[in-house]
């Protein structure tokens, strides 16, 4: 594994702030990979790492992939993320403690980085870190703040399957579709249901098969067992799990026509969006048809929007998908290098 300096080195970001947190024997990393297009955007990871630059480079890592997911998505925001390094996750006072010296340091930073939950933090630090800083979005509700991301996130998919399948074959109607879910928790559930009322036939396959059942049951569809997602046959793979879905293997598998899911991190490695181009299966990038718990979190609490102009930026990424599509087909490459194109070209990489 490099060290700091190596990795810093080799970074295309703007700016790495590293802070020793004695009191954990933790470090904090915050990234700010691209201010461009505005303030840097991206979540708080906590997380337990086998050395802090493994921290530093998952921070590094994760700040270039927001600065792409917030221009595609249109926002004016750049790309940041933070990554809380810690020896194990703290829980009570000390937990409280270690946010707090945390939201002076974002604070010390005067909006060039503004942060929100990620990975082991949640709605209930966010509340924290605002006692020390504004700089700090997806606050709890009874705080001022929006709230969890996934129904946004949920209805920013249902637009993007929709414009998937309109490219597909000419028709966004979902009656008489199938839509296999994989994933029942915050997003996939929403997701089920917006997709039944709109008349799909939905399959839920989640590792917790009580949970898949229950949802299954609500919107009228069927459980499946997880083992079995690739022997299933969907119009609409929508992967809202785990990252790492996409494999070389699975892409060639898959018996879909479109994969449109809210996971991130879905292509395990690269190739895959390749082999599912080249297998005709069209594949909505992750970072893309995901930005809608972003989009309703930035637009309520830090642009000011209401629903109604939360909801339309959400259809929009059915718009953007579109885009995406069309310049896959133009210039005969995969739709997840045809986002990236629009994202080098949005923030002039
Ligand atoms: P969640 O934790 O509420 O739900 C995830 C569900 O997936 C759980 O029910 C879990 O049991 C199930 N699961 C885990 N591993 C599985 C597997 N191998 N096979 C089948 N089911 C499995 O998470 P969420 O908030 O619904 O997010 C889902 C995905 O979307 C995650 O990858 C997340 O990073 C991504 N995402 C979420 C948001 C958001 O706003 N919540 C925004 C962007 C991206």
Avoid at 45 to 71: F, H, I, Q, T, W
Avoid at 293 to 313: R, S
Wanted: net charge negative; glycine share 14%.
């Amino acid at each position: 594994m490099a060290g700091f300096e190596t990795l810093i080195d080799g970074w295309d970001g703007e700016t790495a702030v590293i802070r020793r947190d004695r009191e954990t024997g933790g470090w904090i990393f915050v990234c700010i990979h691209s201010t461009r297009r505005g303030p840097a955007g991206g979540g708080t990871r906590m997380k337990v790492y086998g050395s802090p630059a493994e921290g530093l480079e998952d921070a590094m890592r994760l700040s270039g992939a927001m600065s792409r997911k917030l221009a595609v998505a249109g926002l004016p925001f750049g790309g940041g993320k933070a990554v809380i390094a810690v020896p194990e996750i703290p829980r009570g006072g000390a937990r409280r403690a270690l946010l707090l010296r945390y939201g002076d340091l974002v604070a010390s930073l005067g909006g060039t980085y503004c942060t929100s939950s990620d990975m082991n933090t949640d709605e209930a630090d966010m509340d924290v870190i605002w006692e020390r800083t504004k700089y700090v979005f997806g606050r709890s509700v009874a705080a001022g703040g929006s709230g969890n991301p996934a129904r946004p996130t949920a209805l920013g998919v249902f637009h993007g399957i929709k414009a998937s399948l309109a490219h597909v074959d000419g028709s966004d109607e979902l009656s008489g579709r199938r839509v296999l879910i994989q994933g029942a928790g915050g997003v996939g559930s929403q997701l089920a249901d917006h997709l039944a009322h709109a008349g799909a036939s939905v399959l839920l396959a989640d590792v917790d098969i009580p949970k898949a059942k229950a949802v299954a049951a609500r919107v009228g569809g069927d459980a499946v067992d997880p083992n079995d997602l690739l022997q299933t046959e969907a119009d609409v793979f929508s992967p809202c799990a785990v990252g790492g879905v996409l494999t070389m293997r699975s892409a060639s598998q898959l018996r879909c026509a479109v994969v449109a899911g809210s996971a991130n991190n879905q292509l395990a490695e690269p190739e895959a969006a390749e082999v599912l181009h080249a297998h005709g299966v069209l594949y909505a990038p992750d970072y893309v048809i995901n930005a809608g718990g972003a989009i309703g979190v930035a637009g309520t609490e830090q642009l000011g929007w209401d629903e109604a102009e939360v909801n339309a930026a959400l259809a929009r990424i059915g718009e953007t998908l579109q885009e995406v599509y069309r310049r896959s087909e133009e210039r005969g490459i995969s739709t997840a290098a045809a986002a990236e194109a629009i994202a080098e070209e949005r923030l002039d990489l």
